[in-house]
């Protein structure tokens, strides 16, 4: 079993949809959750962060945790064909000094 | 802006070459990691560290090497390159928070091992 799992798609998405993806991961002492977009032939960068249980909102992007179900899913309201990319899952084990292990990324495509 | 530089964009090295890949932070972060990223297997972590003279093993270590003599520089070294190890590099940073951890990318480096 794969330490963080993402379906790696693609998801496609009409332009002013929600396009929602989804993330697992297999170690309960997890602390950190990361969402990355890495657009093609570029680097990733950080689009959200989340620690705590529930949803964190930011702009059209809303991150959701459940660590009971060891889940973490990024949803993006009114998706524009900007959002095309590969968006990675993240997650760090126990502290600050911990590893930082992603996952293959979902590839998500949005038509206009 | 936080700059987080790799010393090369394209690289190519024949198989049994020691090859070393430099990557250089200049805003004083206390971790940095090199990645490895392939299609169809996302990033995977080769080595860590969150300071100087320390290191990690992450999940795909061998075949390489690491060193941190200095807290801006990270260095990965592949021994003895073997074609398996054509791949794109990419390197990052990160100062230490509680809940506002940010990781910077590097422009990345493709090595082609021939």
């Known amino acids: 079993q794969k330490e963080v799992e993402q379906n790696s798609g693609p998801l496609s998405v009409p332009e002013g949809a929600i396009a929602s993806l989804n993330c697992t991961y297999s170690d309960r002492v997890s602390q950190s959750f990361f ?17 705590s249980n529930g949803d964190k909102e930011d702009g059209r992007f809303t991150a959701q945790l459940n660590k009971a179900s060891q889940y973490v899913s990024l949803l993006i309201r009114d998706s524009q064909p900007s959002d095309s990319a590969t ?12 590893k930082l292990i992603f996952g293959q990324g979902t590839t998500l495509q949005v038509k206009p | 802006d936080v700059k987080v530089t790799q010393s090369s964009r394209y690289l190519v090295k024949r198989t049994g070459e020691k090859v070393f890949l430099e990557c250089v932070q200049d805003m004083d972060h206390e971790n940095m990691f090199w990645y490895r990223q392939d299609p169809g297997l996302g990033l995977r972590l ?10 990690e093993k992450g999940d795909i270590p061998e075949g390489y090497s690491v060193s941190r003599e ?15 190890q054509t791949s794109m590099y990419l390197c990052a940073s990160s100062f230490v928070a509680s809940t506002n951890e940010k990781l910077f990318f590097g422009s990345g480096t493709q090595l082609s091992v021939l």
């Open chain 1, 35 to 51: 969402w990355y977009r890495q657009y093609s032939g570029k680097s990733p960068e950080l689009i959200m962060s989340i620690y």
């Open chain 1, 87 to 98: 968006y990675l899952c993240a997650v760090r084990r126990g502290g600050n000094t911990g």
């Open chain 2, 46 to 55: 080769i080595y860590f560290s969150y300071d100087v003279k320390m290191k």
């Open chain 2, 70 to 84: 200095k807290k801006e520089r990270f260095s990965l070294i592949l021994e003895s390159a073997s074609t398996n």
